[in-house]
């Protein structure tokens, strides 16, 4: 079972930053958290992760709250493009063999 | 360009037939993988493989099988005994030795089998 919880759906206006939230309060020291999206019928896309401290790169930002029980991902500047779900995971850093995708989150990028 | 590629993208097969389908990376990662998604629903592992000749069943392997002779290839066949085959696959490979931990993922197969 999945072990992080986000909410179904989430819209956004094109331009305006996206802040895509994930519960993961039964996370334990040396889990990761990541991000991958899925545009429709297409494979996963990796965005992002992390351990603890705020992560970035090109695509986003990753926020991991000090506790580590919930994290936000931040597209910073929404394109229709951007339209997915939004898979937030945990797992070790080279642990478990397979990633636990629950039902995620539909991002829709509004014009 | 380096990455996974599935074929074909669509697939279509009468009940009853074993059917299978075709996974390549260039990437030079060691493992793979396959998953099977429904509509609405997240990922679920069938099978994985982490070094040429050597795989592991996943959360759902009956009725699937699979084989690893070349690295960069990781076959799936969806036999007859698998109860509800038509679905979205899709084949995933690791840097497992490199140490990281992203998966990178095809662009799927959608088998339908009617």
């Known amino acids: 079972d999945a072990k992080t919880t986000q909410p179904p759906s989430m819209d956004c206006a094109e331009g305006r930053a996206a802040n895509l939230p994930c519960n993961h309060s039964?996370?334990?020291?040396?889990?990761?958290v990541y991000w991958y999206r899925q545009i429709h019928s297409q494979g996963p896309q990796y965005i992002i992760h992390?351990?603890?401290n705020n992560e970035t790169n090109e695509m986003a930002s990753l926020i991991i709250t000090e506790d580590r029980k919930s994290s936000t991902l931040i597209l910073p500047h929404a394109t229709l493009r951007d339209t997915a779900v939004y898979y937030c995971?945990?797992?070790?850093?080279?642990?478990?063999?397979?990633?636990?995708f629950g039902k995620g989150m539909k991002l829709t990028v509004n014009p | 360009d380096g990455g996974i590629t599935q074929s074909p993208k669509y697939l279509f097969r009468k009940e009853g037939q074993n059917v299978t389908l075709s996974c390549e990376q260039n990437?030079?990662?060691?493992?793979m993988y396959w998953y099977r998604q429904d509509p609405g629903q997240g990922l679920r592992l069938i099978y994985y493989?982490?070094?040429?000749?050597?795989?592991q069943k996943g959360d759902i392997a009956e009725g699937y099988s699979v084989s690893r002779e070349k690295k960069e290839s990781f076959p799936l066949t969806v036999t007859s005994a698998q109860k509800n085959p038509t679905a979205f696959y899709l084949c995933?490979?690791?840097?497992?030795?490199?140490?990281?931990?992203?998966?990178?993922f095809g662009p799927g197969t959608r088998l339908t089998v009617l």
């Open positions: 995933a490979s690791r840097d497992f030795q490199g140490g990281g931990n992203e998966q990178f």
């Open positions: 039964t996370i334990s020291g040396n889990e990761y």
């Open positions: 992390g351990l603890k």
């Open positions: 995971i945990v797992r070790p850093q080279g642990g478990s063999e397979k990633l636990v």
């Open positions: 990437l030079n990662h060691d493992a």
């Open positions: 493989s982490q070094i040429v000749n050597d795989f």
